[in-house]
């Protein structure tokens, strides 16, 4: 994952509240996800920082390898993308939750995540 993104868990943050955002479209979720989002943007620079201050140059070394924008490092060809370390069973239990999450979305928070499940 990390050859991807050095920062996963913030950019799953990014991701899920800036969908909210833009489909919600209302003041209330503009404060309530937009607050995740720039959560999740600002804990990615804080990390950094933290991790080049304690590791120092050997951090330097680890962040030309990687990037914080997902597949850049990969696109700059400082690194490869190797799928089978990624593994079948993460990628399955993913797309299970995310079918889960979504099937029980309007029981949970009445609200239809995708179109046409509200017919």
Known sequence: MLRITRHPVPWGVVTWSSFHVFANGDAASLVFFGSFLVSGLTVMWLVD???EASLGA???TYAEQTSVLPFAAIARGKNRLVW???GVK?????LAAFSLIVSLHPWLFGAYPLPGMDD
């Open 49 to 51: 920082r933290q991790m």
């Open 58 to 60: 050997d951090f330097q």
């Open 84 to 86: 089978r370390e990624l």
């Open 90 to 94: 993460p990628l399955l239990l993913v």
